[in-house]
């Protein structure tokens, strides 16, 4: 991935940096969506989690979703890897309906997709390199490009030097940049993230979200990103990141030059999609709610 | 649910989980290695405490009969009643619920942890299935380990008697070693290996069930981790019971 940064970004209007952009914006294939969600439901016994859901993410594009813990945020992300099945609707993965999928149909889908896991979830009785390498071990990949291919991942995520220890001598925001790391081997076109700044002290955070933004501008990578923190909602929707003159990765904030199209925020309340739209239109919501949420007081 | 039904249920599920592992064995890929690691923890690590445990079991076994069978003027028999006794019955059943103890927990323990902690979703999500990687080499190791076990544990056992009687009641070695060896048919081997066998399944499967279906974070692995012991050494109990009646229908090994 740090080879290929020469690539362009995705950005909204026709400034200068992506003038020799290889694919049109309105491209069929980018308006095709990656993930759709068709009126989902889903219950455990009695609990309603997930009411009439539908939504889709386009190629490219980062969808943020906001909501209460416990609110289905999550559910969605197993749904979307079909770690759990609805019990009607349908989901779609490249405009493959995955509903009914079994396990083994299930594995070429999952190959296309990355999955940032909330506390990490490494494997804790195998090093670093193991976790990173995971993937690619199961495929029967030669050791060489194994090798390869997790230093190129840990030097994305700034921790190449921990190559050889185990996931419990990591600290806690280690632990989800190496989540991060494994979820990036084999390039998914895909990559869900489940709260990975929970729990975070808020430069970690940050750096996190500079990952995804990363992913997002310079891989032309399509994203779920579940959180509950709005500083993430500040981060994802109104930076952006582009190579300057010297080659290095910089952000910059929308406004100056570009406005970013490519991130939006749904919010989920008592499993029903209750605001899909903007960033700009969430803090300008006049709903109780989403003022509540927003501003943590009415 | 009620209790019948939840039994039915997790009936089914256990079922479910041993037949896919069983599927599993006959396609690609197989985690050799998982198996030989779990092998080892399995059958080695268990050794000392299943040693000890057959050679205390003999001895305390002398050390009760002997008098009584002075009574009758039949010690010369007690090599006979402690093989009898060791090789069908306690050597299978007390190897079985060592390991429960020490290999049960800990397969629910780790797996447990392993599910609160999203590692078994992760696993899925890189398209490996948890049956094959993580239950299958369990249930492997534990079905040919503990049969190993059993018969490692009798022959300690045997030995435990043989010094009781011997420094206790001054009983010469070769008078028990003579009536152990008289006492004991070869079916009365085979269905002490038989045992474990279907022990190590019960072990096993109830273990990795109880640890892949634990809910409620931390402590919802401390309860999965004393269900898997609990009911898999009530349930080598209950079978022991009927693996003896139909080992004795179908070896016709009746009574002494």
């Known amino acids: ?298 | 649910m009620n209790p019948l039904t939840r039994f039915v249920f997790e009936l089914q599920e256990i079922s479910v989980l041993i037949w896919r592992s069983f599927v599993s064995l006959f396609s690609q890929p197989r985690y050799v290695g998982e198996w030989i690691k779990q092998m080892d923890l399995i059958g080695v690590g268990s050794l000392p405490i299943v040693l000890l445990t057959g050679f205390f079991t003999g001895g305390v076994l002398v050390l009760q009969t002997f008098p009584t069978l002075q009574y009758y003027s039949i010690q010369n028999e007690s090599g006979r009643s402690v093989a009898t006794s060791l090789i069908r019955e306690l050597g299978p059943v007390l190897s079985a619920l060592m390991v429960s103890g020490r290999i049960g927990s800990a397969i629910a323990a780790e797996l447990g942890s392993m599910v609160v902690s999203q590692q078994i979703d992760a696993m899925r999500a890189f398209g490996t299935d948890p049956n094959r990687k993580l239950v299958s080499p369990r249930l492997i190791a534990l079905i040919l380990m503990l049969p190993l076990l059993t018969v490692a544990a009798d022959i300690f056992g045997l030995m435990g008697g043989a010094i009781v009687a011997n420094q206790l009641y001054s009983q010469d070695i070769s008078v028990f070693v003579n009536s152990a060896r008289n006492g004991i048919q070869v079916e009365d081997i085979i269905g002490g290996v038989i045992k474990p066998i279907f022990f190590g399944l019960v072990i096993g499967s109830v273990a990795c069930h109880k640890g892949l279906t634990t809910t409620g974070g931390t402590v919802g692995v401390g309860r999965a981790t004393t269900d898997a012991v609990v009911i898999a050494s009530i349930w080598v109990i209950i079978f022991d019971f009927f693996l003896s009646k139909a080992l004795q229908y179908v070896l016709d090994v009746g009574p002494m």
């Open chain 1, 1 to 298: 991935m740090v080879e290929d940064l020469q690539e362009k970004p995705f950005m909204a209007d026709g400034s200068e940096v992506i003038t020799d952009f290889e694919e049109p914006i309105n491209d069929r294939n980018r308006i095709a969506p990656v993930i759709e969600f068709r009126d989902v439901h889903l219950a455990f016994d009695e609990k309603v989690i997930l009411d009439g859901v539908s939504f889709s993410v386009r190629r490219g594009e980062t969808k943020l979703i906001l909501g209460r813990s416990g609110g289905g945020k999550s559910t969605t992300i197993r749904l979307i890897l079909g770690l759990l099945k609805p019990d009607s609707g349908q989901i779609l993965i490249d405009g493959e309906d995955i509903t009914n999928y079994s396990e083994e149909e299930m594995m070429p889908v999952r190959q296309k997709i990355g999955m940032v896991f909330q506390e990490g979830a490494l494997f804790d009785s195998i090093s670093v390199y193991e976790n990173v390498a995971y993937r690619l071990r199961e495929q029967n990949v030669d050791e060489e490009e194994i090798e390869h291919e997790v230093r190129r991942m840990l030097r994305f995520v700034d921790l190449e030097d921990a190559i050889d220890k185990m996931p419990a001598e990591l600290s806690g925001g280690m632990r989800r940049r190496v989540g991060i790391a494994r979820a990036l081997v084999g390039d998914p076109e895909i990559v869900l993230y489940d709260e990975p700044t929970a729990g975070l002290d808020p430069p970690t955070a940050r750096t996190i979200c500079e990952l995804a933004i990363k992913l997002r501008d310079l891989q032309d990578v399509s994203s779920i990103f579940v959180t509950h923190e709005m500083n993430n909602v500040g981060y994802l929707s109104s930076e952006y990141a582009i190579i300057n003159e010297s080659g290095e990765v910089v952000f910059e904030k929308e406004g100056e030059r570009l406005c970013l199209i490519n991130t939006e925020v749904i919010m989920l309340r008592d499993g029903k999609v209750m605001f899909n739209g903007t960033d700009e239109q969430l803090r300008s919501s006049q709903d109780p709610y989403i003022h509540n949420f927003v501003y943590g007081k009415n």
